[in-house]
Antibody
């Protein structure tokens, strides 16, 4: 069965970096893209962008360029989200979600809470 | 970017009620509209894709309709497990966008 398992919660200081992982299983990793979604505390869902797992080409939503980087390690079927120069407003749960052309975001990871606090 | 406007932002309803949530796109998105359900502390779950196709395993009391700019999600008879927040997502553009969400609460 399809599973996306994300890395655990992170507590970081402002200015630091964090790398969140999303390990896929139950399907051929390079067949489907991977999306990233942010949810700030008590807020709605924000689509951050996606990465083509076949080519490694990322696409970023407005507001998620510069400090946010999507990457892959296809040898271990894992997608990564790295955020640099962390700010308090980056505090959120970050989700990965598989991208299928006609059924976008059909499977989701469990979410990773990133807390940025001094 | 395509903007998605959901309404209402919240509603109170009782078990057995029929509930309708709307989502409006800032431009035509054909039927590239998807609905998700999220319960507190959990990841969202895909309910409906391409405006009206029910995801496998989703109860038949959920239905979706619409095309172009106006879409609806209907729950024909609310069950206790349906109290949650619902989001629409447009996948017409290469840059997806979510609606702001609709919280369905118990009256």
């Amino acid at each position: 069965q399809v599973q996306l398992v994300q890395s655990g919660s992170e507590l970081k200081k402002p200015g630091a970096s964090v790398k969140v992982s999303c390990k896929a299983s139950g399907y051929t990793f390079t067949r489907y893209g991977m999306n990233w979604v942010r949810q700030a505390p008590g807020q709605g869902l924000e689509w951050m962008g996606w990465i083509n797992t076949n080519t490694g080409n990322p696409t970023y939503a407005q507001g998620f360029t510069g400090r946010f980087v999507f990457s892959l390690d296809t040898s271990v079927s894992t997608a990564y989200l790295q955020i640099s120069s962390l700010k308090a407003e980056d505090t959120a749960v970050y989700y990965c979600a598989r991208d299928v052309t006609v059924k976008p975001l059909d499977y989701w990871g469990q979410g990773t809470l990133v807390t940025v606090s001094s | 970017d395509i903007q998605m406007t959901q309404s209402p932002s919240s509603l109170s309803a009782s078990v057995g009620d029929r509930v309708t949530i709307t989502c409006r796109a800032s431009q035509s998105i054909s039927t590239y509209l998807n609905w998700y359900q999220q319960k507190p502390g959990k990841a969202p779950k895909l309910l409906i894709y391409t405006a009206s196709t029910l995801q496998s395993g989703v109860p038949l009391r959920f239905s979706g309709s619409g095309s172009g700019t106006d879409f609806t999600l209907t729950v024909s008879s609310l069950e206790p497990e349906d109290f949650a927040t619902y989001y629409c997502l447009q996948s017409y553009s290469t840059l997806f966008t979510f609606g702001g969400g609709t919280k369905v609460e118990i009256k």
